[in-house]
Structures are given as structure tokens and as C-alpha cells.
């Protein structure tokens, strides 16, 4: 059986090595691996992922997004007419897989097992236009807990969105909800708002736990860039502090304002240790050089597999922190906090499901 994997994150590739590492060794070292470079610079990790020995073949993936195509945007708008709407929808699926075809880099028909991290990404709708069954897997950790897009996206008539999605493959929708997606991959069943027959349970955290040590190596070296610079940071960190996630939020200058007042939050019981988003672009080394910041590309479930990292809390906003083991303490600031900083409407989107779907 041979695998693909096409990856939009740092994140998604870590998970996707966890799956790779948990086979036995004589199964290791056959899996395609896709990078797409839509919305994450994935810099020298081509290289590193190659090095790992983990990958048959690593490949880059120019992936566009509706909006490089300006004939698209006419079948976006919204004519107020349901009928019209839809018709437009069919005609943007058609010809946007088209438009993405010659910037696909793969004949995802050769393989056993495509696995597709956020299928909301252009790969995911061009996939069912090619007819090419796939396993869809999670974004991040319990992405579904806060809200399930596939619904919210389509609230208002879901029933006949489903059925032209799921059988008759005339539109497009995420998350499983598409008639040429397998299965989808979750982490925790119990967190997620909606029954969907085709929801997997896959552990990240017994993945994560079933890793022989010489897998942990590897992961450590592929993840970890600058081990000289981590090193220093095990020399610093006086075995506490409070290590706080940052976010992609709202625009940079509410960012910059939201983490500040964060640190101003727990600045008094420690020292404060921030590790960016992979897709935050505020500049935190410039913006906060009295604090420790790590690299951005480090996914954060890399401190639970190195030898001395602990923190006395782990500050987040909306990450969840299920597979965090390396603290004391886990705070997760959520919707009452962001309350502050935007309108509650923009990422109450849960209540806006619920609110909806009674009315059927």
C-alpha cells in the first residue's frame, strides 16, 4: 500500500510522521509527502523532511486559492435568488478544480491511500472532480470542538447542500461532507457537535505515546532547526515560566495588543516564554525582545518529546492543549476573553450553528 499525504502546515506534517512512525520500520520510508505553499512558508523543510529518511519522495505544491483566478469571483456573489446560487456554485466547483489542475504536481490516482489535511484547501474540492477517493484529516487538535465549518459554511438549506455534496458530486463541502472523501480523521469523537457517520477516531496523543525512542529522534531532528539555540533555552529557563501560544487573531495591531495584554496577565508569576503560530506574521522577536521567542516552526507538541522542558503554565487563546504534557498548568483564554478585542458574532460561529439548525 502506498501513501500520500498532502500537507498545508508544520503541524499537519507533524501528525503525519507520527502516523509514519508508529509503522513497523520495514513499512517506513514509502510515503509520498506534499507541501503545499498556499498558506504556510515552509522555508529549508523540503530538506529536512527529505534527510528524515521517513519520505519516499517530498513535494512541493503550488496551490492557489480561488481568489488568484478573477474569472471565479462572479460566481461568488450572492444573487439573493437560492435557485441562482446554487447554479453559480455548480459552475464555480467545475471550473475552479479546472483552473487548479496545472498546478498540481502529482498523479494522486497512483496511490493506495491519499490522506488531505483541511480538504477545505482547493486540493480537497479538486479531488472529488477527479473522482479521487481520499481520507480527509483534521486541521489541528479538536479543530471540529469549536466549530464545525462544514455546517456553518452552509447553514440554511444544509439538507440539499449535503445531498448535492455527498451524491451527486455537483458541489463541494469540507470536512468528509463531499461524496469522494472516505473518512474523517479526528482526534476526541466526544468534542465534536455533530454525529457524521464518517468521523475516525485516531488518537494524536497514543500516536504520540507509542513512539520508540529512535522515532522520537527523528522527529527531533527534523523539527528542531536550531538545537544550539534550544539548548540555551533548557540553560535558561530555570525548569517554570509561562509559555504562551500565540494566535493568528484579528489584524496585527489587535494582536500585538492582545498578547501584550496577556503577558501583563502573568508576567508576575514567571518568566514569560512565547512561541508564535506557524501563520502568525507579527514579529514577536521584534515586538517583544524582552521575552523569550521561539522559532515559529516548531509545533508545540515538539517540547513533550525533549528531555527537560517543563513550564509552570501554558497560556493559549483558542489552542487546544490536550497533548500538552510538559506543564503544571493549561489555561485556554476563549470566546468571554476575545469578547474584548472583536465582535462576539466573528468566533462565536458554534452558537451560530446551534442557533440555526433548531430551526429545522
Known sequence: MNSIYVCHTYYHVFVTMLKELNKPAEERGKAALVLSRMSND?????????????FAEVIEFDEKRDTFFPELARYREDTGNILKNMYNRILFTKKFAKLEEPYVPVDFSRYD???????ADPIGLYLNRKRIRYHAVEDGLNTLSH?????????????????MSMKLNLIFIRDGYSKYCIDMEVNDKSVIDDDFYKYKEVSR???????????????IST?????????AFLDNSDGGGILLLTEP?????????????????????????????????????????????????????MFG??????????????????MI???????????DFMDKYEAPEIHRKAETIKAEFKKI
Open 305 to 322: 518529546l525533549m528531555d527537560g522542558v517543563h513550564f509552570r503554565k501554558v497560556v493559549g487563546v483558542y489552542t487546544q492543549l490536550g
Open 113 to 119: 491511500d491519499v490522506y488531505v489535511f483541511c480538504d
Open 147 to 163: 466549530c464545525v465549518a462544514a455546517l456553518y459554511d452552509n447553514r440554511g438549506h444544509f439538507a440539499l447542500k449535503k445531498f
Open 325 to 335: 504534557d510538559f506543564a503544571d498548568e493549561k489555561i485556554m483564554l476563549g470566546n
Open 249 to 301: 487573531l484579528c489584524d496585527l495591531d489587535v494582536r500585538e495588543k492582545i498578547f501584550r495584554d496577556i503577558i501583563d496577565m502573568y508576567r508576575d508569576e514567571g518568566r514569560i516564554f512565547i512561541k508564535p503560530h506557524p501563520r502568525d506574521t507579527l514579529d514577536y522577536k521584534a515586538k517583544f525582545s524582552d521575552h523569550w521567542v521561539f522559532d515559529r516552526t516548531l509545533p508545540m507538541e
Open 223 to 231: 523539527f528542531i532547526r536550531d538545537m544550539d539555540g534550544f539548548k
Open 205 to 219: 496523543k497514543q500516536l504520540k505515546d507509542s513512539l520508540t525512542g529512535d522515532a522520537r529522534k527523528i522527529l
Open 42 to 54: 515552509f522555508e529549508d523543510f523540503k530538506a529536512r523532511a527529505e534527510k528524515s529518511g521517513v
